[in-house]
């Protein structure tokens, strides 16, 4: 039904089963294993929780929010926000990448990891592009204040589009980077 991906989680849940015949304990003792994956699934609720209230909270701002005070509530949610969802993830991947050690490492361990640094690149740039769309919104917000004529002729609402439209790709990478992770590291329960 799902073509390629169905064979891409066939393979990853193959290898993992091999993975798991092979490989002697995890030598992790039993509290620490369940300590570390409620830490492990704590964080990834925490981090995907946020990306979906962060696209209602997006939709619902567009539709109700002037520019100005959209801009705002990003700004000052995105810093407090960074703050949650950064740590989430840093305990996500720590007590992953504890597990993943102990559990063996194989072709499945290695896509984890490449993945999961795929999207701390994603996210870095992330960060940076919001700042500069904060930035590029600011300019616009002075232009359309100095100069009433903001139509097609204003370089700084070209720039706020192409930036959203870039926001807006980079978001659907991260979304697609972070499922891409929660899928595999399903693989190596399997």
């Known amino acids: 039904m799902f073509g390629p991906f169905s064979a891409v989680v066939d393979t990853a849940l193959a290898h993992a ?4 015949e092979t490989s002697a304990d995890s030598g992790l003792p039993t509290p ?3 300590v570390l994956l409620a830490l492990l699934i704590l964080g990834a609720a ?19 929010l002037e520019p ?16 949650v969802a950064s740590t989430a993830l840093a305990v996500t991947v720590i ?36 700042r500069a769309m904060r930035r590029l919104r ?10 009433a004529a903001d139509g097609d002729g204003n370089p700084a609402r070209h720039a ?19 499922a891409a992770v929660f899928v595999l590291a399903i693989c190596t329960a399997a």
């Open 17 to 20: 089963a091999a993975a798991r």
């Open 32 to 34: 620490l294993r369940l």
């Open 46 to 64: 925490i981090w995907i929780g946020g990306m979906a209230a962060v696209t209602v909270l997006s939709m619902v701002s567009r539709g109700t």
């Open 68 to 83: 100005a005070a959209r801009t705002a509530l990003f700004r000052d949610f995105g810093r407090r926000y960074l703050t």
């Open 95 to 130: 007590c992953g990448a504890v597990l993943l050690i102990a559990r063996g490492w194989d072709a499945l361990a290695t896509a984890i990891v490449v993945v999961v640094a795929a999207l701390v690149v994603a996210l870095a740039f992330g960060v940076r592009q919001a």
């Open 138 to 147: 600011q300019a616009e917000q002075a232009r359309t204040g100095n100069d």
């Open 160 to 178: 706020v589009t192409a930036g959203a439209r870039r926001a807006a790709a980079l978001r659907a990478t991260i979304g697609l980077l972070s």
